[in-house]
């Protein structure tokens, strides 16, 4: 320990751009642990960030048991931008979506089906032998244990195996199973719970950023018009509900500022007139002063219509550019505005500020629920033996 333990450092003056920190805490009445991830830019190429770990005592009575935590989360000059993590709100409209009746009818029929065959020894070898006979899978799903995500892959197993469970009931006349009815609804809320697990994957990476938020939920919401011929008021009514928080402008402007989802489809072009005029007045009314020895152009030594003059120009410009240079889905959008630097002097800046900051918040149950990838070692150690473990963890963890 005392060999390989660094305390993790950043020079924060240095750093090009903002600073976004994402915090979550896991615990009981017993124990709680604080994670947070720092995110940062050291050039304007890439987005980096570092994993902080740690144990709150007992004593403590908030979240903020660190004094620097509390200070930095409670001051509104420090704090530009709060943000709730997506992943949370998708759990959220998931977890409403499969409390519908019709929905919630149909799983509670296919768990009964699955522990019905799984507790009867004899059937249950009669069903491996008649798949078998069949050549298909013969081994039976999990139970989900109230994560939505295994809900997902339980339904996804279910609803492949189904014509075999159809005929394994017809020959056993066992009726405890799923109308046809039933099944064509699980079908469509199989689609759109895909959706929501590719849109969960794809806003975790240590890359992703607010400005993938409104697609995806736009996303769902076409699929929502699509696949939901029954219920879709209600549907749309649980999406609404659950992201409502995202109808601020930082997440639209952010989507402007995103060269993959820019002047696309997702907002009619006078909606995309009107961020770009947001764009325009919060660089007009922004201060500055960071400029002077920043590498661009001081900012400071304009006056208002000359900011104006100088934004407006490289809107439109960059209008241009997004549409005939529009980034691939897996490129960064941090390197797209890097390359193009010299020709957005404040506009890449002003992106940096959106992309600063992830679409989730870093898991801390991840890391410390009940066989999470620390908790054996919480186990193990303790006082500063497990305060310096954890820090020499939270150097090697990735966001």
Not at 322 to 330: D, F, Q
Request: proline content about 4%; some cysteine.
């Amino acid at each position: 320990m005392q060999k390989h333990y660094v305390k993790p450092l950043i020079n924060y003056p240095k750093t090009v751009g903002p600073i976004s920190v994402t915090i979550d805490i896991h615990g009981d009445l017993d124990e709680k642990f604080l994670v947070f991830s720092i995110h940062y830019f050291e050039d304007i190429y890439e987005r980096k960030n570092v994993v902080y770990l740690k144990k709150i005592s007992n004593n403590d009575n908030s979240v903020g048991s660190n004094e620097e935590i509390l200070r930095m989360t409670g001051s509104r000059e420090l704090v530009k931008r709060f943000h709730i993590c997506f992943y949370r709100n998708m759990s959220k409209f998931v977890t409403n979506l499969l409390g519908i009746d019709i929905f919630s009818h149909g799983l509670d029929v296919l768990r009964l089906f699955i522990q019905f065959i799984k507790g009867n020894p004899d059937l249950y070898r009669k069903f491996a032998y008649f798949q078998s006979a069949r050549k298909q899978e013969s081994i039976l799903p999990s139970m989900d244990n109230d994560s939505w995500e295994n809900t997902y892959i339980l339904l996804t197993k279910c609803l492949l195996l189904h014509e075999s469970f159809i005929d394994f009931c017809e020959q056993h006349r066992i009726r405890l199973y799923i109308t046809n009815m039933v099944f064509n609804h699980l079908i469509h809320l199989q689609r759109l719970l895909r959706q929501c697990v590719y849109y969960c994957r794809s806003l975790s990476t240590p890359s992703s950023s607010i400005s993938q938020i409104i697609p995806a939920i736009e996303g769902l919401r076409r699929l929502i018009d699509r696949e939901f011929p029954f219920q879709q008021e209600k549907v749309h009514e649980l999406l609404d509900s659950s992201f409502g928080n995202y109808s601020k402008n930082c997440y639209e402007v952010a989507v402007l500022l995103d060269p993959l989802f820019s002047y696309t489809d997702i907002f009619p072009d006078e909606k995309w007139k009107d961020l770009e005029n947001l764009v325009i007045d919060e660089f007009v009314k922004t201060n500055w002063k960071w400029t002077v020895h920043s590498g661009i152009l001081d900012a400071t030594m304009m006056n208002p219509k000359e900011r104006k003059t100088f934004i407006t120009s490289e809107i439109m410009i960059y209008r241009q550019f997004s549409m005939r240079e529009r980034p691939k889905e897996s490129d960064c959008p941090f390197l797209w505005w890097a390359e193009r630097q010299s020709q957005f002097d404040f506009l890449s800046v002003m992106a940096r500020e959106y992309f600063s900051c992830p679409a989730v918040s870093i898991d801390a149950s991840f890391y410390f629920s009940e066989g999470g990838k620390l908790h054996r070692l919480c186990k193990m150690y303790s006082g500063q033996q497990l305060e310096q473990s954890l820090n020499l963890a939270g150097s090697h963890q990735e966001f």
